[in-house]
Nanobody, 126 residues
Framework: QVQLVESGGGSAQAGGSLRLSCAVF????????MGWFRQAPGKEREWVAG???????YYADFLKGRFTVSQDNAKNTLYLQMNSLKPEDTAMYYC????????????????????WGQGTQVTVSS
C-alpha cells in the first residue's frame, strides 16, 4: 500500500525558511514523478515543484528560485526547502506521486497523480 506522509509545516516570518518532508511508504519513489502542490484558502490547488528519477527537478515559474526539492534515498523521503518565504506562500502543502514521465510533460496536471499525502500547513506572517 502506497502512503505519503508530509511533515515539517508550521509558522514562519516573512523572509524565513521552512523545510517540508514527504516520507514515502510502500514504493520506491524514484519510479514516480513526485510533485509538491499547495492550496491556499479560497484558491485552487497549484503545482509547486517536482522530482523524477530521484534527481531531475522541476519548478513552477513563480517560485523564482526560492524553493528547492531534494531527496534522501536511504530514507525514501523527499524534501521541499522553502527560503525567502512570503505571506502569499501560506497554504496547505501536499506531496503526490504519479507516473514517472509526468514530471517532464504535464507535472501540474493533478488528475494524473495516483497518490496524495494528507498535507501539512504552512503559515507565513509579515
Amino acid at each position: 500500500q502506497v502512503q505519503l506522509v508530509e511533515s515539517g509545516g508550521g509558522s514562519a516570518q516573512a523572509g524565513g525558511s521552512l523545510r517540508l518532508s514527504c516520507a514515502v511508504f510502500g514504493v520506491d519513489y524514484r519510479w514516480f514523478c513526485m510533485g509538491w502542490f499547495r492550496q491556499a484558502p479560497g484558491k485552487e490547488r497549484e503545482w509547486v515543484a517536482g522530482i523524477s528519477g530521484g534527481s531531475s527537478t522541476y519548478y513552477a515559474d513563480f517560485l523564482k528560485g526560492r524553493f528547492t526539492v531534494s531527496q534522501d534515498n536511504a530514507k525514501n523521503t523527499l524534501y521541499l526547502q522553502m527560503n525567502s518565504l512570503k505571506p502569499e506562500d501560506t497554504a496547505m502543502y501536499y506531496c503526490a506521486a504519479g507516473p514517472g514521465a509526468l514530471c517532464s510533460s504535464t507535472p501540474a496536471d493533478m488528475r494524473k497523480y495516483n497518490y496524495w499525502g494528507q498535507g501539512t500547513q504552512v503559515t507565513v506572517s509579515s
